[in-house]
């Protein structure tokens, strides 16, 4: 698959053909069983944004956005421990705090999260996102306990750190979960269905786990060779033995759903080959029955008109407001540790950037369709951002503590992008299945 | 780490080579910065520059050159080089973030890797004061 | 306008408060290119015979304004001078010229007045009115820090008026921050007269090129020549006075030197920042908040000379002319015509100090860029073309490399637009009638 490819295939999904799986251009996931006959549909997908979540659930919206799937979600800790789950077809885990995750997702949150696999719903965890669900009697993680894997860089003896000595370890009970490299490095695709041949993939590896399993028919791939752009954070004969011939992705089952567990995140949006492959594992592992369609709803309110321009005009002002004074702060030492995570000055900007890339395709969508108060409701914590970063600007200037301001700073961004994520996509894919809805699309092979 | 007299030196495909900036030499133009932003869009932009001249102390003419490198920010400063390592834990008590993900704004000095004539920056910098050592 | 452009044009009308918008329409920039062309085809257009108001104030950026062009660092401000009576172009050099480049605007028309003191914050393709009653009564500095303390930027770029310009002195200049600019033309008293205090300026904007490798390939050619030129030797305001024949301006500016300081994208640095209360050779940053000042400008330096200040005086001489908004070239002038020589007499004298005095020039141009030449045709010419093309006006004048072959080439590889030598000539026809 490519991405022409998938845009075109998504087109034809959401103006409601009914496709299968064989009508796909040849051999699409080189699968030969009677599963070809399996409906396509469009699926729903959430991304977790919650406690614990890193700024890299983004790579995930712009990865989809890529490749036509518009119907996101995106849901913090306490959305998935009431109903959200129920009303997606795919859970998208990125990288963060592992620990973190599961203590806000907690007890109630593992159920949900196991009843919507089960029930046949799909989990895609990356990086963190793929530690979650694996064996563990650690607190918090003792909840989920979901794939019997474990992981090959888990050690009670520190080993040396060959650089980067403040970023290659973390602390597990008594023992050490240490990261051998970072940045790039090689894996080979197993070839095992839904998949043909095997084919080697780069993506970047910041934290994520090398994995042992029982069954070698759950691996997707392994991970096989470093590039010139390995960093080595441990003695190169120890970092091959760590990761050499271990999973780099591995295919869980729990009930009627699945799981893919990715070590290194193939939702980094500079390496497309990667995103494809997650993309076509995904489409190939929905869930068999997709979950009932909502939100397009009554209860949304269309804004068109000088009622749009002046939301627009309006959240487009603190957004540059909050980005002048990012972009001044971030070639400065300044960062701040808050929970076990240290935010740098320059992560200001990625959550803005993040909205203000898509400002102006927003701009031409008429309608926008937010639910009741939530232009407002952005506006606002837009507003709250520029607050909060100009007291860390005079802080700053003043060399007074600024943690308290950063501490809601950050919280505000997060809530704002994933806020205003929620009314681009909605808009978005009302548009696309408008514009998509008459007609049909030739399909090339 | 405070001020020191090294040079900036980091990894580029095995051998060891700097960009080396002579603050005292800056105008501060921006030339440097306008050339690395053009390297990273292929337009001309500033805000993913590499390379940017500190402006920021006008009323005092307190001028000096941030360089980002792969793991920290390099200032150049009039009166010497300091160097600031990214992501480090400033309380030696707790642990550091052992998995940050990049942020793929600002992206770390490649010596212009792709540009037949090497640094953009040193290209376009009229007073010799970023050069190679 | 794809190419070299943020395809905006903002029309704000101070009194209405109303904001609007136009497209920067390629046949304009194929009609009248770009900077003082169309300044003055904006000003033509809006300014009104029945207004009772001296016409609006435009604001805009050359065709090649911050790109990698040497010295394409130049905004230009347009009105009509309330000291000369002509439709003029004012310099917006240093760093405002590429800010205003950024901002997501190519062209800003100001008109009508505000009922009360307001300002403008024009960042990332907005415009906003602002109330300024806060600032209003305050000198630039105060008033240039408060901006940046309350936006939270220092890089903001600030042009505005100081007490002179809401006095409605024809001698009161619009700065650009805390530094002396290059209005002769007395725009700070059409900004007092509309009642906007400032225009603060800051953006993240992005401009495509349209053949970027030739493009980029060229400017490092003549960046390349430029650098091996004698000229790179005339770094700093005092070099300029020696070629006018000032030689011991070095030794009576020397001691107080601390840096020479470009505009940008400018290889000679054309202003010099003296410490006068600080030691210059300091190599760190200052605990002292005003250290100096920025020397911009060379004739009230070369007037103060002669009339017998120290640099040390006429240092704080330009500083109280900035911090009061009022030229310091006007006010070395009247100064020396008047006699005045004490530094204290001198900046008594500021609030009543009238014109009309010749420094002001009578070309279109502002004669800050003459530094000693003649204002004659082939001054104004390549004034002409600096203003239309957007390069440092001073920096053009010793660039023969830059010539205005070279910049139509330039302008075509960035733009695709075709753009000929008479179309060019045209142009400058038309700002010089």
């Known amino acids: 698959m490519t991405v022409s490819r998938y845009m075109a295939l998504n087109k034809r999904l959401i103006s409601g053909e009914a496709l299968t799986f064989s009508q796909g251009p040849g051999k699409w996931l080189h699968q030969t069983t009677q599963d070809e006959d399996r409906p396509l549909y469009y699926p729903k997908i959430g991304i977790y944004t919650g406690k614990g979540a890193s700024h890299s659930w983004l790579w995930f919206a712009d990865i989809f956005e890529r490749l036509g799937f518009y119907d996101l979600a995106f849901l913090t800790e306490?959305?998935?421990?009431?109903?959200?789950?129920?009303?997606?077809?795919?859970?998208?885990?990125?990288?963060?705090?592992?620990?973190?995750?599961?203590?806000?997702?907690?007890?109630?949150?593992?159920?949900?999260?196991?009843?919507?696999?089960?029930?046949?719903?799909?989990?895609?965890?990356?990086?963190?996102?793929?530690?979650?669900?694996?064996?563990?009697?650690?607190?918090?993680?003792?909840?989920?306990?979901?794939?019997?894997?474990?992981?090959?860089?888990?050690?009670?003896?520190?080993?040396?750190?060959?650089?980067?000595?403040?970023?290659?370890?973390?602390?597990?009970?008594?023992?050490?979960?240490?990261?051998?490299?970072?940045?790039?490095?090689?894996?080979?695709?197993?070839?095992?269905?839904?998949?043909?041949t095997s084919m080697t993939l780069t993506a970047p590896l910041y934290g994520g786990p090398p994995m042992t399993v029982t069954d070698p028919e759950t691996i997707l791939a392994t991970y096989t060779n470093f590039t010139n752009k390995t960093l080595f954070l441990v003695d190169r004969e120890l970092a091959e033995k760590t990761l050499f011939g271990n999973a780099a992705i591995i295919r869980g089952k729990m009930g009627q759903g699945h799981l893919h567990l990715f070590g290194p995140h193939f939702e980094h949006p500079h390496y497309l080959e990667a995103n494809l492959f997650l993309a076509n594992a995904m489409m190939w592992d929905l869930p068999v029955q997709p979950s009932p369609s909502t939100d397009l709803d009554?209860?949304?309110?269309?804004?068109?008109?000088?009622?749009?321009?002046?939301?627009?005009?309006?959240?487009?002002?603190?957004?540059?407001?909050?980005?002048?004074?990012?972009?001044?702060?971030?070639?400065?030492?300044?960062?701040?540790?808050?929970?076990?995570?240290?935010?740098?000055?320059?992560?200001?900007?990625?959550f803005l950037e993040a909205i203000w890339q898509r400002l102006r395709s927003f701009e031409k969508m008429t309608p926008v369709l937010v639910r009741p108060g939530q232009d407002g409701l952005l506006v606002q914590t837009a507003l709250h951002i520029t607050e909060n970063i100009r007291k860390i600007k005079r802080g700053w200037d003043r060399q007074a503590d600024t943690l308290e301001p950063a501490r809601a700073l950050?919280?505000?961004?997060?809530?704002?992008?994933?806020?205003f994520l929620e009314i681009y996509f909605r808009s978005k894919r009302f548009h696309y299945s408008r514009e998509n809805c008459i007609g049909t699309l030739s399909w090339s092979n | 780490?405070?001020?020191?007299?090294?040079?900036?030196?980091?990894?580029?495909?095995?051998?060891?080579?700097?960009?080396?900036?002579?603050?005292?030499?800056?105008?501060?133009?921006m030339a440097c910065e306008l050339a690395c932003g053009y390297h990273r869009d292929d337009a001309f932009a500033l805000l993913s520059s590499c390379i940017v001249p500190y402006r920021g102390r006008e009323k005092?003419?307190?001028?000096?050159?941030?360089?980002?490198?792969?793991?920290?920010?390099?200032?150049?400063?009039?009166?010497?080089?300091?160097?600031?390592?990214?992501?480090?834990?400033?309380?030696?008590?707790?642990?550091?973030?052992?998995?940050?993900?990049?942020?793929l704004l600002r992206e770390s000095c490649d010596l212009c890797d792709d540009q037949d004539d090497g640094p953009l920056c040193i290209v376009f910098c009229p007073t010799g004061a970023i050069s190679m050592t | 306008m794809e190419y070299l452009a943020s395809d905006k044009i903002a029309i704000v009308d101070l009194g209405s408060r109303d904001i609007t918008e136009e497209e920067l329409e390629e046949d304009l920039v194929l009609d009248k290119i770009g900077g003082a062309g169309i300044t003055k085809h904006l000003y033509d257009q809006y300014a009104s015979a029945q207004s009772n108001d001296n016409g609006p104030i435009v604001l805009g950026t050359g065709l090649l304004t911050g790109t990698l062009v040497p010295g394409s660092s130049l905004g230009i401000m347009t009105a009509k001078s309330p000291s000369t009576g002509k439709v003029s172009h004012v310099p917006l050099h240093l760093d405002a010229g590429i800010e205003l480049k950024y901002s997501?605007?190519?062209?800003?028309?100001i008109k009508g007045k505000a009922e009360k003191p307001v300002y403008l914050w024009i960042h990332d393709g907005i415009v906003d009115i602002n109330d300024a009653d806060e600032l209003w009564g305050k000198d630039t500095w105060t008033a240039t820090d408060d901006i940046r303390s309350e936006m939270g930027d220092d890089l903001i770029q600030v042009l505005g008026i100081g007490r002179a310009g809401e006095n409605g002195s024809d001698l009161a200049q619009v700065g650009i921050n805390y530094w002396q600019s290059a209005d002769r033309m007395g725009f700070g008293k059409l900004f007092g007269e509309k009642n906007l205090k400032l225009i603060a300026i800051r953006g993240m904007g992005l401009l495509e090129i349209s053949e970027p490798e030739d493009f980029i390939e060229d400017c490092a050619e003549l960046i390349t020549t430029i650098r091996s030129n004698s000229l790179m030797d005339m770094q700093g305001i005092a070099a300029t006075a020696a070629a006018l024949g000032e030689e011991d301006f070095r030794d009576w500016i020397g001691p107080l030197t601390h840096r020479h300081m470009a505009c940008f994208n400018t290889p000679v640095a054309t202003s010099t920042f003296i410490f006068t209360d600080e030691d210059p050779a300091l190599l760190k940053e200052s605990t002292v908040p005003e250290p100096g000042f920025l020397l911009t400008d060379i004739f009230p330096l070369i007037t103060f000379k002669k009339a017998g200040l120290s640099a040390k005086e006429t240092g704080a001489v330009l500083k109280a002319c900035a911090k009061y908004g009022i030229d310091g070239a006007a006010v070395a002038e009247l100064s020396a015509k008047?006699?005045?020589?004490?530094?204290?007499?001198?900046?008594?004298?500021?609030p009543d100090l009238k014109g009309p005095v010749e420094c002001a020039g009578s070309s279109v141009f502002s004669a800050w860029a003459a530094v000693g030449k003649e204002t004659d045709e082939n001054w104004e010419r390549r004034q002409a073309v600096a203003y239309v093309m957007g390069i440092h006006p001073i920096w053009l004048q010793m660039a023969p490399d830059l010539t205005e072959e070279k910049l139509l080439d330039l302008a075509g590889l960035g733009t695709e637009l075709e753009l000929p030598q008479e179309t060019l000539d045209e142009v400058i026809a038309d700002i010089l009638v």
């Open chain 1, 78 to 196: 306490n959305d998935l421990a009431q109903d959200a789950l129920d009303r997606l077809d795919v859970l998208a885990m990125s990288g963060g705090d592992t620990f973190a995750i599961a203590e806000a997702l907690g007890p109630k949150g593992a159920r949900k999260l196991e009843d919507f696999i089960t029930a046949g719903g799909l989990y895609l965890g990356s990086c963190a996102g793929a530690y979650l669900p694996l064996y563990s009697s650690k607190e918090h993680l003792n909840h989920f306990n979901f794939v019997a894997a474990k992981i090959t860089n888990l050690t009670k003896t520190l080993p040396e750190a060959h650089s980067m000595k403040e970023k290659f370890c973390t602390c597990y009970g008594c023992s050490f979960i240490y990261h051998p490299v970072r940045e790039e490095i090689e894996v080979t695709t197993s070839g095992l269905p839904p998949f043909g």
């Open chain 1, 298 to 350: 009554d209860e949304m309110e269309s804004r068109v008109g000088s009622e749009k321009k002046t939301f627009i005009r309006n959240l487009k002002r603190e957004l540059s407001n909050s980005r002048i004074v990012a972009a001044g702060l971030e070639m400065s030492p300044l960062k701040w540790t808050i929970g076990n995570k240290v935010y740098e000055a320059g992560k200001i900007r990625v």
């Open chain 1, 410 to 419: 950050f919280g505000f961004l997060n809530r704002t992008s994933a806020l």
């Open chain 2, 1 to 29: 780490m405070g001020l020191c007299e090294q040079d900036t030196i980091f990894r580029y495909g095995g051998f060891f080579m700097g960009i080396q900036i002579d603050a005292l030499k800056c105008i501060a133009c």
């Open chain 2, 60 to 103: 005092k003419n307190y001028v000096g050159v941030i360089l980002k490198e792969e793991d920290s920010l390099v200032a150049a400063r009039p009166e010497g080089i300091e160097i600031n390592r990214i992501g480090e834990e400033q309380d030696p008590e707790k642990e550091a973030d052992a998995s940050a993900k990049p942020m």
């Open chain 3, 104 to 109: 997501g605007f190519d062209y800003i028309v």
């Open chain 3, 338 to 350: 008047s006699g005045l020589t004490s530094p204290e007499d001198i900046e008594k004298a500021l």
